[in-house]
């Protein structure tokens, strides 16, 4: 069943985060890219082909997002949203596959073309503006993919792993969903709205929807510079909250741990010597929680394209872990449930930026339920019932939001 309300596919590019506030309600999707874990070809290198056809320059994203000019949209290509999920992410990396994912209609990677023309709208096709709504909503218990148990057995078993010296530290996610009647956009629009949100909107396709309020720069690429923020380390924003965050040791350590990680994949893609971390462990609120995050940037190397891009950072390191592949094999043996839409990317590429969020505080809607996915980082010094607690945090607010 095709959830009631959704944008028909070929909809407006309103909601896409990242979208330009000039190309909002104006810009009309012309061409779509889908692919699946199992299809034929490199996700990568298939999206990078497919914008690059539809004018959107990103074989040499170092010279790509350089010009200040911006072209005459009248009647060209405005942008594209893209979308790639956790598995889509692992496969771009050559990663182990986990478990399927329990929103099986949802591709794993989503590229849509809109241009900045109304002569692109299919002829009858509604506005579906932001205050319509089909049915009244309603949204029954939330059934969770494991207990707290097994995740705190889960995390027991990744603090093993360390032991053994397989990993140095792993994001484990858990995963619940609910049943629903009625209209899921305005739900979603809520969740978009939560505050702190820096990556805030709506994807939807043929009976799917993601709904994202992410803090969390994946990969943000302006004049030839790339900017990854990964977010790791949380605590309730409080003041007393504040201190603990700041005087932890092992979050500080968690932290830092990630952000070599994701030194590593940018020293991929840059030009040699240009990595740098300007800001390390600063503080940002999200909803009712303190979350730390650094910046880490990079001077792209020429002829860098897209694909190679991609394949650098996805997934990202703050939900996966290090090294990656191997915290990647730790996530594939330990969860029950596929992650889905969350941990992956959604965001904008123009023709003069990309800028893509990693898909945490994000939820999924099919034909008959809604999914949310919440988790946390995993050293040696994790305590597994704290862990357990710290993902409810997460998720709290995201569940709040689509009840409401």
Known sequence: MKPVG????????????GIPASCRDQAWERSRFEWR???PGDPAALVESFLTRHNLIVNDVSACCTSSEVPDREHDICGAALFVSAAGGAAMAGGR???????????????????HSATVR???????????????????????SWSPADHAAAVEQVRASIARGDVYQVNVVGHASAGYTGDPLPALRRLTRLPGARYAGILSGDGWAIGCGSPETL????????LTRPIKGTAPATAAGRAELLASPKERAEHVMIVDLMRNDLSHVAVTGTVRV???????????LWQAESDVTARIRPGTGLAELLRAVCPGGS?????????????????PVGRGVSMGALGWIGPDSIDLGLTIRTAAVDGTSVHVWAGGGITIDSDPWAEVAEAAAKAAPVRTALHS
Do not use: N
């Open 37 to 39: 874990v199992g299809d």
């Open 122 to 144: 299919p002829q009858g096709e509604p506005d579906a503006p932001s205050g319509q709504t089909h049915g009244d909503w309603r949204l029954g218990a939330w059934r969770p």
């Open 219 to 226: 990969l943000r690429v302006r004049g030839g510079e790339v």
């Open 278 to 288: 300007p800001r390390l462990f600063a503080l940002r609120p999200w909803c009712d």
């Open 319 to 335: 939900v996966t872990g290090a090294p990656k592949l191997a915290a990647l094999a730790e996530i594939a043996r330990l969860e």
């Open 97 to 115: 596959q986990g478990a399927p994912s329990p929103v099986p209609s949802v591709p794993d990677v989503v590229a849509v073309v809109y241009a």
């Open 6 to 17: 959704l944008y028909p596919t070929h909809g407006p590019a309103r909601d896409i985060p």
